[in-house]
């Protein structure tokens, strides 16, 4: 990777970083992302309106929202195009398939936040954003990040699961591992010297596999 | 910079809207409160007395938000 890549990369943001603020016209009115304070927040954008796979990602996303709204987590849409674009669509989805959008969706017609989130990735599209995710969390921290190209939907149920997952962290201090669910266990972190190795080896609140792997049940 | 073309509604709220959030700020409150009152999401509270406030129906002093005369007016009018 050259010099001038590495710069292009630092300037998006990563896991861990403040989200990147912006003031947008949305199908709801002019919003902040400070407006989002103390509640999660799914930012996505899908690459235009009125376009087959987005269409099923739209209600896909409304189907979810209120699972999301239970986890005090908003959902925001985004893509380069209209207000009046969105509208339309998400009328024409109401009316065509009968699933009304609630949730905002932002008409990011000057490419601001879609360049501030790196939802361009001109090697697939100069023009549309991908199918990006960014999990926010309720300090406006960036938690999670996932990017599909223009031809895959996303994977709803993934996108509840993660999270849900971010929370329990947040809240639990303590780590998932692979596919998991509310009421599996967690993973407790590694040991971090020899004598908390030794003891967790005998503990027997924990389900050890080795030294360096336990898991647990997270009592609420 | 918010692009508009052919003109702009003075707010972005719908009349419902309008006389659900003029309602819920008769006397002056905190955007937390408006949030109990009404059961919407912090989001669409705060973006929404913001531009009440822009617009000069709703009067915002430190975190308290109340009705204006022009507020009371559109709720005798509408």
Redesign the interface.
């Known amino acids: 990777m050259s010099e001038h890549n590495v710069e292009q990369a630092v300037s998006l943001p990563r896991i861990g970083d403040p989200a990147p603020q912006f003031e947008v016209n949305t199908t709801h009115g002019p919003i902040k992302l400070e407006d989002y304070k103390g509640s999660w927040l799914v930012l996505f954008s899908h690459p235009a309106d009125f376009t087959p796979v987005c269409t099923t990602e739209f209600v896909a996303f409304q189907e979810i929202y209120p699972q999301l709204k239970e986890l005090n987590t908003e959902l925001l849409g985004l893509s380069v195009d209209s207000v009046q674009s969105h509208i339309a669509w998400v009328r024409n989805i109401q009316e065509k398939l009968g699933v009304k959008v609630e949730f905002p969706v932002i008409a990011d017609l000057n490419k601001e936040v879609a360049t501030k989130y790196g939802m361009i990735h001109p090697g697939e599209s100069t023009t549309e954003t991908n199918r990006a995710v960014f999990v926010i969390d309720d300090q406006q921290v960036i938690k999670a990040i996932i990017y599909y190209p223009l031809t895959t939907g996303r994977n709803m149920d993934e996108i509840v699961r993660l999270v849900k997952a971010l929370q329990t962290t947040a809240n639990h201090q303590v780590s998932t591992p692979a596919n998991w669910n509310p009421g599996d266990k967690v993973v407790v972190p590694p040991p971090a010297s020899q004598q908390q190795a030794e003891e967790r080896a005998n503990d027997e609140e924990l389900e050890v596999v080795d030294w360096y792997l336990a898991k647990k049940e997270l009592k609420e | ?3 508009v ?1 052919c003109g702009k509604e003075e ?3 719908s009349p419902s809207q309008m006389k659900l959030f003029l309602q819920a700020v008769k006397e002056p409150v905190t955007a937390e409160e408006v949030v109990k009152s009404t059961e919407l ?4 509270v ?3 007395l ?2 009440l406030t822009e617009a000069a129906y709703v009067e915002n002093n430190g975190d308290q938000y109340t009705i204006s005369q022009k507020g009371k007016e559109y709720l005798d009018q509408n």
């Open positions: 910079m918010i692009l073309a707010v972005s709220l999401p912090i989001f669409k705060r973006s929404s913001r531009e």
